[in-house]
């Protein structure tokens, strides 16, 4: 059993900070490509941030420049940084990892349970 466990959202004003942080735990061989998404009210879910392994970053144009993407391999955590929060960075904010549960098992997508930003003044 893999579970991924969000925390860290919140309501906050335009101008403001949040950090998100999401652990993932349980039966896990490697944890490779971590990355948050995120979802508004009658919205598809999108791509904020992802994060290699190896470091290795990539944002999407809405979150380049104000939110920074981290990880901790050792605790298996990855973390998003987000500053200059704009009120359409609302949305409830969903953490991804993909994990092997074994020396020769596929990866795997795994989803946080969701985590609500809300900004507004």
């Known amino acids: 059993q893999v579970q991924l466990v969000e925390s860290g959202g919140g309501s906050v004003q335009p101008g403001g900070s949040l950090r998100l942080s999401c652990a993932a735990s349980?039966?896990?061989?490697?944890?490779?490509?971590m990355g948050w998404y995120r979802q508004a009210p009658g919205k598809q879910r999108e791509l904020v941030a992802v994060?290699?392994?190896?470091?290795?970053?990539n944002y999407a144009d809405s979150a380049k420049g104000r939110f920074t993407i981290s990880r901790d391999n050792a605790k298996n955590t990855v973390y998003l940084q987000m500053n200059s929060l704009k009120p359409e960075d609302t949305a409830v904010y969903y953490c991804?990892?993909?994990?092997?549960?074994?020396?020769?098992?596929?990866?795997?997508?795994?989803w946080g349970q969701g985590t609500q930003v809300t900004v507004s003044s």
């Open positions: 994060i290699t392994i190896g470091g290795s970053t």
């Open positions: 991804n990892a993909k994990i092997s549960k074994g020396f020769f098992q596929r990866l795997t997508d795994y």
């Open positions: 349980g039966s896990i061989f490697s944890v490779n490509d």
